[in-house]
């Protein structure tokens, strides 16, 4: 796994103030698990390898102890984001991924706070996994807020806009 792949999950899982996360792949399995300070400690395993099947049986190999790695917190007032207003409607993110206003750097948002939107139309697009995934408006009116700064992580339940 590459690190900054690594900091992006960990990140996100702070901000959403996540006590616990496993991910297993074919290659690795990770888990997380909030310390008691409030820093998430790291534990990597690697997957286990099947012997082949035509393979000697030989004394009993120990499974790798994993060791507990402490990751330092993020700053909460430099990720703060103001809270949704009580009226209007919230716009929730469906999925964890990367927040993006724009289709593409040299592009303009698609969106900004006092645009009228309608049913359909694309407020943002959340990057999970490498697929670029368009989140749509469900309701028809005015952006009252935009709840998220571009290329920041967000997580499932999440508000990500108000409209009006």
Do not use: H, W
Request: contains cysteine; charged residues 20%; glycine residues 6%.
């Amino acid at each position: 796994m590459d690190p900054r792949d690594l900091k992006r999950i960990l990140d996100a899982l702070i901000a959403a103030d996540v006590r616990e996360f496993g991910l297993k792949t074919g290659e690795y399995e990770l888990n997380v698990k909030r310390g008691p300070d409030g820093a998430p400690v790291v534990y990597g395993v690697p997957a286990p390898v099947q012997a082949p099947v035509s393979a000697p049986v030989s004394a009993p190999v120990a499974a790798p102890v994993p060791t507990p790695v402490s990751v330092p917190t993020a700053n909460a007032e430099a990720s703060a984001v103001p809270a949704a207003a009580a009226s209007g409607t919230p716009v929730k993110a469906p999925i964890v991924g990367t927040f993006y206003a724009a289709s593409s750097p040299e592009m303009p948002p698609f969106v900004k706070v006092g645009d009228r939107v309608e049913v359909g139309q694309v407020l943002c697009i959340i990057e999970a996994m490498k697929l670029m995934n368009e989140i749509e408006s469900e309701t028809a009116g005015t952006v009252k807020q935009i709840l998220v700064k571009n290329a920041e992580p967000v997580e499932y339940g999440q508000t990500l806009f108000v409209i009006e």
